[in-house]
């Protein structure tokens, strides 16, 4: 066991591929070709989200832990940024809309939380969700973005199935505790820029 | 009487096609693989249709989600909405309930979930059993209400569920026309007789009609008494038995049940 020096509470891992994600590019043609709220879609990404809470290591330890194990992303074709401080520079355009989109019955990722228990000696609850970047060309309004998101019918929604997922919105200062601060019914809207 | 023409639609990544022709054909039915790169509305030439299991467009954004929006699903839902019968296995059930077909209506009605089991995450394989139950559903028309059939499961999002309580008011319903149970019939005591959590034990959902049914257990797989696992119990593994003591592998297996309810629908239309 490390005698680092312990002190962050929560971090979050933003993992996306180094590649095109081939569900995003799917995902962007679908929407474009086949949902009204799509046509003025400009990119799509697809980002998995991590957040831990617990007794974390701060800095290059942090990120070090997280490299080394395939429980959170694989180095030769993914990239992780880590982000621990709520005023970061932002990964996307500002005119982005970010949705997060997580298993209703519980996002917990008991593999991982064994893993870095093992690794570390401390208890950690990790959490997973995924995290989509819209950008819209001439820029999409909160309403569009959201009729993108929910599954109602075939040429409506595409994100989220909302009888098995939960969802949240957010301009591109999103909310560091975002999956673990949308507990339960978590459609609620996170309030970001606004539209 | 010509032999009623059965589309087995295959979307890229889908991997059933093969054996749900064979066995459409085994219970006296024409089948051809219907690939997504054809004119949609050449699908209206069909007496009925089947979405096999697999891994559609790599279950990419959710599995079923992409192809369920392809162009092929709108001609399905007007020819569904004539009331011919729509067969949706594994894959193809999450394909019909992302396309809303199932259970119908409006809008989405439900979703079929990741797994919920105890001690375990993610894909998960075994044979289980079902029980049928009274409902107007034609893959089943015929059958009695309390046969339980072995099937065997594959999946890692199988799991029916709804915001509401709603899986519980389809099963009153009639429309859970195949229940996860027991090998004696008894309904399941959770894991892992009901080996995904799915809501009022459902291993299969259809519309208020009956003719479109979104089925979690792969029937296609347990076509030949001889594919039954050794551990199937009862009176279709002393049937199993028989049939391998006699060299006769590929004598009908319980999931030719199905298939032949569609033959018997069809020919009474």
Known sequence: ?195 | MSLAQVAVIQFPGVNCEAESVRALKRVGLEAVVFRWTRRASELRDFQAYLLPGGFSYQDRVRAGALAAKDPLLDVLAGEADKGKPVLGICNGAQVLVEAGLVPGGESIGLALATNRMPDREGYYSRWIHVRIESSPCVFTRGIAPGTVLPLPMAHGEGRFTAESSSVVSLAAAGQVPLRYARPEGEAASGFPDNPNGAAADAAAVCNRRGNVLALMPHPERAQDLGALARTVPGAWGERRDRALAAGEPDQPGPGLELFSALRRHLEER
């Open chain 1, 1 to 195: 066991m490390s005698a680092r020096r312990v002190t962050l509470r929560l971090a979050q891992a933003w993992v996306e591929l180094i590649a095109d994600d081939p569900a995003a590019v799917s995902a962007l043609a679908v929407a474009r070709a086949r949902l009204s709220a799509g046509r003025t879609l400009a990119t799509l990404r697809r980002l998995r989200l991590f957040e831990l809470r617990g007794a974390l290591p701060q800095g290059q330890p942090l990120a070090d832990l997280l490299h080394r194990s395939t429980q959170f992303y694989n180095p030769h074709k993914e990239r992780c940024h880590v982000r621990t401080r709520a005023r970061e520079a932002s990964m996307w355009s500002d005119d982005a809309w970010v949705v997060l989109v997580k298993d209703r019955d519980g996002c917990r990722r008991a593999a991982a939380e064994r893993w870095w228990r093992h690794e570390t000696g401390d208890a950690v609850e990790v959490h997973e969700a995924v995290a989509w970047v819209l950008s819209f060309e001439p820029a999409g309004t909160r309403e569009v973005a959201e009729e993108l998101v929910v599954l109602r019918d075939r040429r409506h929604g595409l994100l989220c199935n909302p009888h098995a997922q939960a969802w949240a919105l957010s301009g591109t200062d999103v909310p560091l505790a975002w999956i673990t601060a949308e507990r339960g019914d978590a459609r609620s809207i996170v309030p970001g820029r606004t539209s």
